[in-house]
């Protein structure tokens, strides 16, 4: 009996599918904010909508889904203790690994990403994030921790192979009264991102264990027999 490969397909496992002007763009924005009200959440959904306009501007509709990780805390802490992911969890990973972009902001804690936010993150499978455009965001008290962004956040999603926007927003406390300089920088940052997706082809990722595929491959072949 011919068996299939026992590892996951990772998203470098892709069969171009063209995205056409009439196929919705799908943006999954991350939020880690811990309030509620949480500025944190305001941040990432203002970078959202500034991508869906910068996408209309070229023809393209897009559609936004808010993943707030805030409810899902005590699933990300069973995650790392259990190594297995309650429903709730699995489909937030789902829909961050199967988006066409990302945006994902956090809370500054001590001049990195929150845990609840690197935690949700280590949850996903290594490389399922490859190759999606993605937008990084952060909010802090200070503009001290401005740095964040580039020192902390584009790391971590440079390691797990994401294309990253040039542009990454941090919004501090009082930029919040500072209106229109913050959105100008939102605003940029959408454009980048829309500009990404336009470029590069929709991934469909490949079954590896559909034997009706031209990559199926069976042990026999791995092993040279």
Do not use: C, N
């Amino acid at each position: 009996m011919r068996r299939g490969r026992s590892r996951a397909a990772s998203r470098l496992d892709i069969q171009e599918d063209p995205m056409t002007d009439t196929t919705p763009t799908r943006i999954a924005i991350v939020s880690a904010g811990l309030g509620d009200p949480s500025t944190t959440s305001m941040l990432a959904t203002r970078l959202g909508e500034a991508t869906q306009r910068a996408l209309a501007d070229s023809g393209r509709t897009a559609t936004v889904d808010l993943i707030e990780l805030r409810p899902l805390a005590h699933d990300v802490a069973t995650h790392l203790v259990t190594r297995v992911a309650p429903p709730a969890l699995e489909d937030a990973h789902r829909r961050v690994t199967t988006a066409d972009a990302i945006v994902a902001v956090t809370p500054v804690f001590t001049m990195s990403y929150s845990g609840l936010f690197k935690s949700f993150i280590d949850g996903i499978a290594e490389r399922e994030l490859a190759g999606i455009p993605t937008l990084l965001g952060a909010t802090g008290g200070t503009v001290r921790h401005s740095m964040v962004v580039d020192t902390a956040l584009r790391p971590l999603f440079a390691y797990l192979g994401a294309v990253v926007a040039p542009t990454g927003v941090f919004a501090a406390t009082e930029d919040w009264g500072q209106d229109a300089a913050l959105q100008s920088r939102i605003d940029r940052a959408g454009r980048e991102l829309a500009r990404l997706v336009t470029q590069m082809p929709r991934a469909a990722k490949v079954d590896p264990f559909d034997a009706d595929s031209d990559d199926f491959e069976d042990f026999a072949s791995l092993l040279g027999r």
